[in-house]
Every structure is written in C-alpha cells, then in structure tokens.
C-alpha cells in the first residue's frame, strides 16, 4: 500500500489532486498535438544543442559542462511542475534554465571555461547575476554583439528574465500568483497556464540555443559526422546532420540566416567543415570493424 503525506496531515492541496491535475493536463495534451509536439522539439533541440560545449584535453572532467547539464535538469523539472499545475514553479524552473544554460557560456566567453568555472564550482563565488553581469559580458564577444545588431536579443532576454519570468518567480501581484492559473486554493489544470508554459519554453530554449550557436558557431553546419567517423566520432564541440535539423526547428528563419551569415564569414568554421567534409566516407569494411571494437568496448565496461 502506497502512504501518501496525507495520511499524516490533511492538505487542501492533497497528493490525489495534483496526481488528477497531471492526468488532466496528459489528456489535453494527448488531444492537443500542437502543444504537444511544439513542448518534444524544444525539448529535444535543448538536449540535442549541450552537444557543442567542446571536450578538449584539457577541459575535459573538469566540470565546465556541470551548468548546462544542471540547466536541462531544471528544464524537465519545468515540464513536471507544468503537467502537475504548479504552473507559477514552472516558469521558476525556467528561470533557472535561463540562468545556468547562459553560464556556462559566460564562463568560456574567453574559451577558459575549464578554469573560469573552478571557483564558482566549489562554491567559492556567488553566481553571477544575468541581466547585470552574465548577458553584459557575453554580449561583448563579436558574434553575439553583430547578432544583436540585427535581432535585439539581449534585450528580448532581458524582459523574458525580468519582465515575465521573474514576476512569477516574485509574484508580482495576484495575476502571477498560483491561484490566478487555478481560480482556487488547490492546483486544477489550466489550458492558460499549459499554453503560457508552451511559450516561455520556446523563449527559453530558442534563446539559449542561439547564443550557443553564437558562442560555437561550427554548430550551424550541418555536418557528416556519421559517414565520416562512425561510431567514434569527436567527442563534443560538433552537431551531426541529425542534431543539426533537431536544432535549427526552434529557430526563426530571420535568425537562422543571420546564424548562417555569420558561420560563412568565420574562416576558423569553414576550415573546420571543410576539413570534416573532405574526408572520405567510412567503407562498410571499416563500419564493420568499428561495430566489433564497439560490442568489446561494452564488453569490457560490463565486466
């Protein structure tokens, strides 16, 4: 027999309905698809994207990827609180994966993140605040500033960061408190608040993976990694073709060719993609060989 909480205290907002506030909110999305399907590709454009963060000798195990692996768990969080009708929580989760997704670019604006990032990992420094230090300082770096130029990001971050999402994270009145979604003093599945998330997830998620694709720009390649490397391909710092069409689908056509524009232009990209690109296709015999190395791999690992 499972024990809930409730057994011990009696609470207006119970286990049993948030549990039927989930399965409500399942429903809805079953039957609405263009929520649904919208919510799966920020998702997985977001887990696609951390992809481009590089593994170098030197960086790597040394925990500069620690903010953006924290960021996507704080972005499934949202998802939980969102299908649960904690709708204001929500959107604190997003917040957060506003915040850390930014950070670790802000630790590797110089390329350094594998030092940058040591003090703030042992807790040893605060996290630095977003709109006064973290999107000042990455908007410094070339690409970032010529792009904003064009599409006023660090503005439109700006008034996501403090204009929408930290107003529920504050509660700035009753129009962004919990029971503004419910109509109630217990969670009930709002077809607003699900939406409202919808669309700050695309916010987020869009946001983030353009100023990643700024920060690594060899990402707006699609590149062959499959036929070229098989099995081991590089580990980190690329997209294959697949990762690459995943990601492009949360960004707008005006921004991607700006993103395009700017990849053309850096000569450290096209030597990358042209260096990648010229390389010959794996034959079948050498497929074959690597599918051996790879079953002895998980062999050993199991062992």
């Given amino acids: 027999m499972t024990i809930h909480w409730d057994h011990f205290m009696p609470l207006v907002n119970n286990h049993s309905r948030v549990i039927g506030v989930y399965d409500e909110t399942c429903q809805y999305l079953e039957a609405h698809k263009d929520v649904r399907m919208v919510i799966a590709d920020h998702f997985c454009a977001y ?3 951390g992809a481009l963060y590089p593994q170098t000798k030197e960086s790597f195990a040394s925990g500069h990827t620690f903010p953006h692996a924290e960021s996507v768990f704080e972005l ?23 915040e850390l997704g930014s950070l670790g670019m802000f630790f590797d604006r110089q390329d350094k993140a594998h030092i940058e990032i040591q003090p703030w990992l042992r807790s040893e420094e605060k996290t ?3 709109t006064s230090f973290i999107l000042p300082r990455l908007f410094e770096l070339d690409r970032m500033k010529y792009f904003d130029q064009v599409h006023g990001l660090q503005a439109s971050l700006k008034e996501l960061y403090t204009r929408k999402l ?9 129009g962004y408190s919990a029971q503004a979604f419910s109509k109630a003093n217990f969670n009930r599945m709002s077809e607003r608040g699900i939406r409202l998330y919808q669309h700050y997830l695309q916010k987020v998620v869009s946001s983030l993976t353009k100023l990643l694709l700024l920060k690594y720009p060899i990402g707006i ?4 990694m499959d036929s070229k490397f098989g099995l081991f391909p590089p580990i980190g710092g690329f997209l294959d073709e697949h990762s690459h069409e995943i990601v492009m689908k949360v960004l707008d056509e005006e921004s991607k060719r ?13 030597e990358i993609v042209q260096d990648i690109r010229s390389r010959p296709n794996l034959t079948p015999e050498q497929i074959q060989e690597q599918s ?3 079953e002895e791999l998980k062999r ?4």
Avoid: M, W
Avoid at 168 to 173: E, T
Avoid at 258 to 270: A, G, K, N
């Fill in 47 to 49: 887990d696609s994207i």
């Fill in 258 to 270: 700006t993103l395009e524009t700017i990849s053309s232009r850096d000569p450290d990209v096209q």
């Fill in 221 to 224: 390649e699609p590149l062959p």
């Fill in 76 to 98: 499934e969080n949202s998802l939980e609180f969102a299908l649960l009708g904690f709708y204001r929580h929500a959107f604190y989760a997003l917040r957060c994966t506003l």
């Fill in 292 to 294: 051996k190395l790879f």
């Fill in 128 to 130: 630095p605040f977003f």
């Fill in 166 to 174: 930290s107003k529920y994270v504050h509660v700035a009145g009753f």
């Fill in 300 to 303: 050993d690992i199991s062992s």
